[in-house]
């Protein structure tokens, strides 16, 4: 279970709203004195025989000042942002509550900015963006947004990995994958680097493979299973293993990861997890594939692509189609 992320503004919101009330009521102050004479209106008063007018005076901005710092501070401790894998709740209200929640749909991407002058006094906007929503999550005058920005991000991962968890009835087991057809989060490959036509080592293999493996991880997430063909049919690791200084599950992974690394990136390597499962006394291995918290391209000598899952196909997108992809 995710524990909730409580978020208050900063204190600094507190000095800027008393900044903009006291010029408010300054204005307002002396607009009313051009209007109206307080010392005249005070004097007509019975009071005014018992309290002078300036201590009258004293007394009322006192307890104005009072109310107002009050009523400040206590807008400001009651204003409370809760954030949930599931959802954004704001709180705010001092005598009438207020409760607003704002349902996410994943996968997330959480983003903060902060202003010229804002960077100074460490605040700024916290942003979520999730599917579904046009326009992002905006929390604003939050302190140490960046902060915030990897707690919710880690937030989200860990619920998006306990969320794929194996539902009943889903295709989790090789046996259970091996039944279904190649669709949008399933992706068979023969081999990882091994041309079986040519009967040599071929890089562009493990190109397509990345290729899948980000696309999925831009997709929401699925399966990608080396050592079966197009049609289902069981072919195995050796030739990939014959290809490795350690021709077993490990060098396998090894050899993996530093593709990953190279194509994709280290920091979206937490995303998958390889296994391997064995049928026919054949050794497979299930890339299982998390959706990513960002946007994962997958790098060339010609420069970074973006990939997508489009029914049981990789596709590439061009830069406008990328950012429309990303923002929606």
């Avoid at 995710?2 to 408010?24: A, G, H, N």
């Avoid at 019975?46 to 807008?75: G, M």
């Avoid at 990345?210 to 699925?222: D, E, H, P, Q, V």
Wanted: a neutral charge.
């Amino acid at each position: 279970m995710t524990e909730p992320i409580l978020i208050r503004r900063s204190p600094i919101v507190i000095i800027k709203d008393l900044i903009l009330l006291q010029l408010v009521l300054t204005v307002a102050y002396f607009l009313a004195a051009v209007l109206a004479n307080y010392g005249e209106l005070y004097h007509t008063l019975s009071v005014s025989d018992i309290i002078s007018y300036e201590v009258a005076k004293f007394f009322f901005i006192a307890v104005a000042e009072f109310f107002l710092l009050a009523f400040i501070f206590l807008r400001w401790l009651y204003t409370v942002y809760t954030i949930r894998p599931s959802a954004v709740v704001k709180e705010r209200g001092i005598i009438i509550k207020k409760r607003e929640i704002i349902p996410v749909a994943h996968p997330v991407s959480v983003f903060y900015e902060y202003a010229p002058l804002s960077q100074i006094f460490a605040y700024g906007t916290l942003g979520i963006r999730t599917m579904g929503r046009e326009k992002p999550i905006r929390l604003t005058h939050i302190a140490n947004p960046d902060l915030y920005s990897r707690v919710i991000s880690e937030m989200m991962q860990s619920h998006a990995e306990e969320s794929m968890e194996p539902a009943e009835g889903a295709p989790v087991s090789l046996d259970d994958l091996l039944k279904t057809p190649e669709r949008e989060n399933l992706e068979f490959k023969s081999t990882l680097r091994w041309d079986l036509g040519a009967n040599k080592v071929n890089r562009e293999l493990e190109h397509a493979a990345m290729k899948t493996t980000a696309a999925l991880l831009n997709s929401g997430g699925g399966h990608l299973v080396i050592g079966v063909d197009d049609a289902g049919a069981v072919r195995g690791l050796a030739p990939d293993y014959a290809t490795l200084k350690k021709p077993n599950p490990d060098g396998f992974e090894n050899h993996f990861t530093n593709i990953f690394k190279e194509m994709i990136g280290a920091e979206f390597r937490r995303f998958v997890k390889l296994s391997f499962p064995k049928t026919d006394n054949k050794p497979i291995c299930i890339v299982q594939i998390l959706p990513a918290a960002k946007p994962a391209y997958v790098r060339f000598d010609r420069g970074e692509i973006f990939y997508i899952r489009t029914g049981n196909s990789t596709t590439a997108l061009q830069v406008s189609e990328a950012a429309n992809y990303i923002r929606s």
